[in-house]
């Protein structure tokens, strides 16, 4: 998962990888995402389709997701990081070693 953007334009990392105990749990907050809208292209992040309303300096997140096989990727606005997507990157962030 990346953060890129803000005040500062600093990008962050976290990379995690879930312990085989925990993976039913991981494998649960990945697949209530709406990863097949970001494949379809039907759920655009507010700052791409409209940058100055949502300001120069929020946050965008990248997020990939690899399980059993099927890899995911969506890029999501900070206004767009709500319900299940906000779920994921805040476990994501609690979860994982200090961004890099």
């Not at 100055?52 to 399980?67: K, L, P, Y």
């Not at 805040?90 to 961004?99: G, H, I, Q």
């Amino acid at each position: 998962m990346v953060r890129s953007g803000g005040v500062a334009g600093f990008t962050r990392r976290w990379h995690l990888s879930a312990p085989p105990h925990e993976s039913a749990r991981w494998k649960q907050l990945v697949e209530r995402c709406p990863w097949d809208a970001e494949d379809r292209g039907e759920h655009r992040p507010s700052s791409a389709t409209a940058p100055t309303a949502q300001g120069a300096d929020r946050f965008t997140w990248t997020i990939e997701a690899h399980v059993d096989g099927r890899s995911h990727r969506a890029i999501v606005s900070e206004a767009d990081a709500e319900g299940a997507w906000r779920t994921l990157i805040d476990a994501v962030r609690d979860a994982a070693p200090s961004p890099l």
